[in-house]
C-alpha cells in the first residue's frame, strides 16, 4: 500500500500543476490530488478519480482542500465536470471493460503493486491491459467486461443485438483465455490473470476450465464494481 514517505519522496522538488478543483498539501506545496495520485502510484489518471486519489491520499493524513488554495489556481476557472449520468449514457459504467480495468488498478495500486502499463480499452489498444510488480511478484491481466444488450453506436440505440450476452461473454472469455496463455510465453515469470466482472456466466465458464487453466497457469479474477473480489483463489 502506499506509504506517506512514498508520496513525499516522489513529489520532491515537483513542480505543481494548477490546481482545479481538489487539492492536497505535501512537503508544503499545494498540488492538484490527481497529480499527486498519479506520480506516488505509478497509475495514470485516466485510470482514476478525483474521488479515488482524495480518499487514499486522505487516509494517509495529508491535508485536503475541496476549493482551490493555490494562488495560481485562483485565477483558473473550474473544469466543467460532467454529469453522473454522462458515463452511462455513453455506455462506460460498470460492467464495461474500462469500467473494470479501472477498479482493477484501483485495486492493485490499494495492495502495493506498482502500475507498470495499461492498455487503452477505449481504443482497444493493443497489448496486455494491465501490467503490474509487486516485490519479486509480476503481472499481467487480460481485462473483458460483461457485453451489453444493445449497440453504443446512438444511431442503433433502439436495436437489440442478435446475440445474447450470455452467448457473446463465452467469446469473450475465449478470447481473454487465450491472450492469457499468449502472456505466459510474451512475459515469462508473469502471473497471467483473466479479470472479467462477477457474473454468473462467467463464474460458470471458470468453473468448466479450471482444470486447464490450473495447469497452464491461468487465473481468473471475478471483480465487483466495488473492488472485492473472487474466483479461483489468486491473491493479490
Not at 25 to 46: D, H, I, M, N, T
Not at 52 to 60: K, N, Q, S, V, W
Not at 217 to 224: F, P
Request: hydrophobic share 40%; aromatic share 8%; net charge positive.
Amino acid at each position: 500500500m502506499l506509504e506517506v514517505n512514498t508520496v513525499t519522496s516522489r513529489m520532491n522538488d515537483v513542480p505543481p500543476e494548477p490546481v482545479r478543483e481538489h487539492a492536497v498539501r505535501v512537503g508544503g506545496v499545494v498540488y492538484p490530488v490527481k497529480q499527486v495520485f498519479e506520480l506516488a502510484s505509478g497509475v495514470p489518471r485516466s485510470q482514476f478519480t478525483s474521488q479515488t486519489a482524495l480518499r487514499h491520499l486522505r487516509a494517509l493524513g495529508f491535508p485536503i482542500a475541496t476549493d482551490p488554495i493555490n494562488p495560481v489556481a485562483s485565477r483558473v476557472s473550474r473544469v466543467p465536470q460532467p454529469s453522473p449520468a454522462a458515463p452511462a449514457a455513453a455506455g462506460k459504467c460498470w460492467p464495461w471493460e474500462g469500467s473494470v480495468q479501472a477498479v482493477f488498478v484501483e485495486l492493485l495500486v490499494g495492495y502495493g503493486w506498482r502500475i507498470e502499463a495499461t492498455a487503452d480499452t477505449a481504443t482497444k489498444a493493443r497489448g496486455v491491459d494491465v501490467l503490474a510488480a509487486k516485490e519479486t511478484r509480476r503481472l499481467g491481466a487480460e481485462v473483458k467486461g460483461w457485453p451489453p444488450g444493445g449497440y453504443a453506436d446512438p444511431r442503433r440505440a433502439g436495436e437489440i443485438k442478435p446475440t445474447q450476452p450470455s452467448t457473446q461473454a463465452v467469446h469473450w472469455f475465449s478470447q481473454a483465455l487465450f491472450k492469457a496463455i499468449m502472456l505466459l510465453d510474451s512475459h515469462p515469470g508473469h502471473e497471467s490473470l483473466m479479470v472479467l466482472p462477477d457474473y454468473p456466466r462467467y463464474r460458470d465458464l471458470a468453473a468448466r476450465t479450471r482444470t486447464g487453466r490450473d495447469a497452464a497457469g491461468v487465473h481468473v479474477v471475478l471483480l465487483n464494481a466495488d473492488g472485492t473480489l473472487a474466483g479461483d483463489g489468486w491473491t493479490p
